[in-house]
């Protein structure tokens, strides 16, 4: 009844190892770093399917074929002095011994061995191979083992290449045996004492886990195979190469098999899932400043319309002034002009005409054009200047984006990289583009055009292509001559004395109201253009970073996601891995 729970509980802790793999790989989905990371992680699930596997690793020349030979009780590897293992090779149960290569770089022996029923033996090639690939096909196969035997030396324990492998094996989270070799070449057991307490203080500081060290010497446990009676009994004994058979068949019973095979996966899940949450938190770091960089140019532009805007409010009441001073200018020609004692010149329209243009609108045309022409050239000025420091500003974001890509080389995905830094080069290139291309006179001219045309049509109506100052004024001396209707109408010399006061009352009002009207509508006009002409310049910037802006805000919100589903399953498969380690036989 035991055998049954326990067999029903492997079931269900199987299936959610499984859906755990599936939702990681789902996870993963979208993020083009982890494509390899998908492949291993189908690969490590498949193997839950598959016997238990026993991996062995260690330097060339460490003994490693000579231990799975001497495992066997038969040489089935090849031994040497020089690197004798250039590819993965698998040991499978087999009733007859056959020999075959299903993909390159990996070799499959069968050997009708009992305990190969239950578990299948790895041999790798040496870490510190001559050949790299021969080295990386031992680190690739780690990930699917479900227990290392490390096999070192008593001569040269713990070398740097040991330390850095063992380094990458405890990543994956994989179960660790250390296999001290070729104790026979040591003086004393105080001696083995001593490699042994190197050896295990290393691991513990260096490291930070606690191995289980089994020192043997496979070549008395070889020479105990071709002795006789008494001798072969003390030599196998010697070798304690039966200490390490009980451990691998005895301690490592079928339920603890059965536990590091569950364990293995989650160890590669946990690998890949924190590889991916550090590639995360690298790409979130980036994508902040890459906001932040958004985020400024869109308070310099704030800025920008707020300075323009102010800067446009003293511009335009310098033109509205010269309108202030025509209409005071008016009201005193009128005052002066329109009275009895001027009833003779009052006749003479051409010399009043020409009276009203000297002493009331004088030099306000050229001065209004100068006045708009200042106007326009500071429009144009600012806008070439907001795209200078928009261009310097992206330019400095481009250097410090160089110098973190440098920094999380290998961290972050190519592809993301590429495209992220691509975008904000290209907005560097359109700024650079507008700045290098921008042609002053065009564009002033362009905007006067625009100007004079929205203030023709909104307040002075039927301006022909005459200058703006020249539109204006012409404006009000035919309004002065409407609302007056003296320069048309004085012929009669019997206006008395009421008529002409009442005349000049009205002349000054109109004139006024005429020129009151003409100022707000100026105002509003302008005002309006200006605005135009404002938002187009400040919206061709936010056109050549939308795509950027774009980029960001959609990274951002992914990886939010990612992050937060990979917390979850960072939940997930810790408390999946407690109910793996607590399993018990019942």
């Keep these: 009844m035991a055998k049954v729970v326990l067999q029903e509980r492997q079931h269900q802790l199987l299936q959610r190892e499984r859906r755990l793999a599936q939702e990681l790989q789902a996870c993963f989905t979208g993020f083009e770093e982890t494509n390899a990371n998908t492949t291993m992680l189908q690969q490590v699930v498949a193997s839950l399917d598959d016997l238990f596997l026993l991996v062995v690793v260690g330097e060339f020349n460490a003994g490693k074929s000579a231990f799975i030979n001497t495992l066997l009780r038969q040489d089935v590897l090849e031994e040497g002095v020089v690197p004798t293992t250039n590819q993965v090779t698998i040991i499978r ?83 660790v045996v250390i296999i001290l070799n070729k104790t026979d070449l040591l003086r004393n057991k105080a001696d083995l004492r001593r490699v042994q307490h190197f050896v295990a203080e290393n691991c513990k500081h260096l490291l ?12 008395l446990a070889q020479k105990s195979r071709t002795a006789i009676g008494h001798d072969a009994i003390e030599l196998w004994e010697q070798s ?50 890459d906001a932040r960089t958004v985020g400024t140019i869109d308070e310099q532009l704030q800025l920008y319309r707020e300075d323009m805007e102010k800067n446009f409010s003293h511009r335009l009441s310098q033109i509205e002034n010269i309108v202030l001073e025509m209409r005071a200018r008016g009201d005193h020609f009128f005052d002066d002009t329109i009275r009895l004692t001027r009833i003779l010149d009052l006749l003479h329209s051409e010399r009043i005409r020409s009276e009203f243009e000297q002493e009331v609108l004088g030099d306000s045309a050229t001065r209004i054009d100068q006045a708009v022409q200042e106007l326009i050239d500071w429009l144009v000025e600012h806008e070439h200047r907001l795209w200078q420091d928009v261009m310097e500003y992206l330019d400095r974001r481009r250097q410090v984006s160089i110098r973190q890509h440098g920094e999380m080389l290998g961290t972050l995905s190519r592809q993301f990289d590429y495209n992220r830094r691509t975008l904000l080069q290209s907005v560097a290139r359109v700024a650079n583009t507008v700045v290098n291309s921008y042609d002053r006179q065009a564009e002033a001219q362009e905007l006067s055009e625009n100007l004079r045309g929205a203030v023709t049509q909104t307040a002075i109506a039927g301006a022909g292509g005459i200058g703006l100052g020249a539109a204006l004024v012409a404006f009000l001396g035919t309004a002065a001559a409407d609302v007056s209707g003296v320069l048309a109408g004085m012929a009669i010399l019997g206006l008395g004395l009421y008529i002409i006061p009442a005349r000049r009352k009205r002349a000054k009002q109109d004139f006024e109201n005429k020129m009151e009207e003409l100022r707000t509508r100026l105002r509003r006009s302008m005002s309006e253009q200006f605005q135009k002409e404002l938002n187009n310049s400040i919206l061709r910037v936010q056109e050549a970073i939308a795509p950027y802006t774009r980029f960001v805000r959609a990274e951002q919100k992914k990886t939010a996601t990612t992050q937060e589903q990979l917390q979850h399953l960072h939940h997930d498969l810790l408390a999946l891995k407690n109910e793996i380690e607590s399993m018990q036989q019942g």
Excluded: C
């Excluded at 490592?252 to 590669?268: A, M, N, T």
């Design 93 to 175: 149960y087999g009733e007859q011994h056959a020999k075959q290569q299903p993909e390159q770089g990996l070799l499959e022996y069968y050997h009708p061995a009992d305990f190969l029923r239950d578990i299948s033996i790895v041999d790798t090639p040496g870490m510190n191979a001559v050949l790299q690939e021969h080295e990386q096909l031992t680190r690739d196969f780690v990930p699917r083992s479900d227990l290392i035997l490390f096999v070192t030396s008593v001569d040269r324990p713990f070398t740097q290449s040991e330390r850095l492998f063992l380094e990458h094996i405890r990543a994956w989270g994989k179960k």
């Design 208 to 219: 930070g886990f606690e191995p289980e060290i089994i020192p043997i010497s496979i070549l």
């Design 240 to 289: 304690n190469f039966g200490t390490l058979e009980k451990y691998l068949f005895q301690t490592l019973d079928k339920i603890e098999r059965v536990r590091l095979k569950f364990l293995s996966p989650l160890g590669v899940m946990q690998r890949l899932l924190d590889q991916t949450r550090s590639a995360l938190e690298q790409r979130t770091r980036l994508l902040a400043e």
